[in-house]
């Protein structure tokens, strides 16, 4: 099993920026795919970012140039850089884990972290 623990959300105002970040824990050996979903209410859980051990990244077109995802292998931490925030932003964002092969696939996902952007 795989565990995962969300941290740094919170309110912030539009244009702003904040860091997400995911501690992992547990049977992390199998995992080489890492990513950030997020929900709004009444919408669909999606894709933000998603990256592989080998580096590639993913992201949905509404947040690229404004959001990096990252890793931290020695602390066994992924991050989320949100800069430019707007309002269509808010939601919850879910932290995730999995594999790479041909295509992302995750097994695991945090309890989630409310980010809100409005002034």
């Known amino acids: 099993q795989v565990q995962l623990v969300e941290s740094g959300g919170g309110l912030v105002q539009p244009g702003g920026s904040l860091t997400l970040s995911c501690a992992m824990s547990g049977s992390i050996f199998s995992i080489n795919a890492w990513g950030w979903y997020r929900q709004a209410p009444g919408k669909q859980r999606g894709l933000v970012a998603a990256i592989a051990s080998g580096g590639t990244t993913t992201y949905v077109d509404s947040v690229k140039g404004r959001f990096t995802i990252s890793r931290d292998n020695a602390k066994n931490t992924v991050y989320l850089q949100m800069n430019s925030l707007k309002p269509d932003d808010t939601a919850v964002y879910y932290c995730?884990?999995?594999?790479?092969?041909?295509?992302?696939?995750?097994?695991?996902w945090g309890q989630g972290t409310q980010v809100t952007v409005s002034s």
């Open positions: 995730t884990a999995g594999t790479y092969a041909n295509g992302y696939r995750f097994n695991y």
